[in-house]
């Protein structure tokens, strides 16, 4: 997997969601607005309320995230963490302790298919970058041994990782935080509607201009080029898919994706193409749609109900499998595109 600051899969792209919307704004209102933040194109549309100030405030607190979470910048909270594993805890902030909180409840729930400690194992397969491969035996064991998220110390506002080589990855979480965030801004301004794109992580914010919920297409993934699969209709929800079709590499005849289970040490199967989950709570949904990959339909739906009660919030899945058919639980309204 690509050693940058955003290494999910896990994620999504914008090859993985496409937003269908259309909106009238105002000659005062800013067009959308994007920039490279998180090692992704970032895009906001405040249609008629896309003022300077408010895009000002979004893309400083984007910038604000990606200083905290960046394992590529040097000074960062989790680069300082990282070099200082085995060795001494480190001082962090309310926005580090907020996401490594939140990701300890949901790996706690989902018994690790979440784990912000695989860096270790992210780096050794190396998935997007140019020393991809398929590691060895013995070095996916010693990957394994530097994992678990039950081994972070927190103390207060510091976080020690107890073993030298550990490493930390937000990759499958900080993206839905910094939509929450951009979120919280919309409603500081008195926002009516936006769509916020974080490289594919979808969240709808109100509704449209004629009052009716967005419109938003899941990829088929035999054909991410291609139209969208399925759609789903939404206000004031995150979308966020995680596909085995997106970053991968083949190696004689077989496919290996960047979704990586850190029980075996190699890629997920669970029998599932892609996954997206649809919550009020983006970052939720950007967990959970790694997790819920890892576990696959069945055990994902064995543990919804804990999570909606952790954080109260409504959960909506859809599955999409090898031979194209597609299932979902959850109170959404999904419908093929």
């Not at 018994?111 to 013995?138: E, R, S």
């Not at 039950?150 to 030298?164: H, M, R, T, Y």
């Not at 794109?197 to 914010?205: P, Q």
Request: hydrophobic share 40%.
């Amino acid at each position: 997997m690509k050693k940058s600051f955003y290494i999910h899969h896990l994620i999504i792209s914008a090859l993985t969601l496409t937003v269908l919307f259309s909106g009238c704004s105002k000659k005062t209102a800013l067009p959308p607005q994007s920039k490279i933040c998180m090692d992704t194109v970032c895009s906001i549309n405040a249609f008629n309320d896309g003022t300077e100030e408010l895009y000002a405030e979004v893309f400083s607190r984007l910038d604000e995230i990606e200083k905290t979470f960046s394992p590529t910048l040097a000074d960062s909270e989790v680069s300082k963490i990282n070099g200082m594993a085995g060795i001494s805890p480190v001082e962090v902030s309310e926005d580090f302790l907020t996401v490594l909180t939140t990701a300890q409840k949901i790996s706690k729930i989902t018994k690790g298919a979440l784990d912000v400690t695989a860096g270790p194992l992210i780096d050794l397969w190396g998935i997007n970058t140019d020393h991809q491969k398929v590691p060895a035996a013995k070095e996916i064991q010693d990957a394994k041994e530097l994992i678990g998220y039950e081994k972070i110390k927190i103390e207060g506002n510091k976080v020690f990782l107890p073993q030298s080589g550990m490493s930390l990855n937000f990759g499958a979480i900080v993206k839905g935080y910094a939509a929450d965030e951009i979120v919280s801004i919309m409603k500081k301004h008195k926002a009516k509607r936006a769509i916020i794109d974080l490289g594919g992580n979808i969240y709808a914010f109100g509704r449209k201009a004629d009052n009716v919920p967005w419109v938003i297409g899941i990829k088929n993934p035999k054909d991410p080029a291609g139209n969208p699969m399925l759609k789903v209709f939404v206000k004031d929800y995150s979308v966020v898919t995680s596909g085995n079709y997106e970053r991968y590499f083949e190696q004689n005849g077989k496919r290996y994706h960047h979704i990586l289970n850190t029980e075996t040490g190699f890629p997920a199967e669970r029998g599932v193409y892609s996954v997206t989950i649809i919550c009020k709570k983006s970052i939720v949904a950007d967990c959970l749609s790694t997790a819920s990959f890892v576990l696959g339909a069945e055990r994902t739906y064995d543990v919804i109900s804990a999570i909606e009660k952790e954080f109260k919030t409504t959960i909506g899945c859809v599955f999409i499998y090898p031979d194209n058919h597609w299932g979902h639980f959850g109170k959404i309204k999904v419908k093929p595109y």
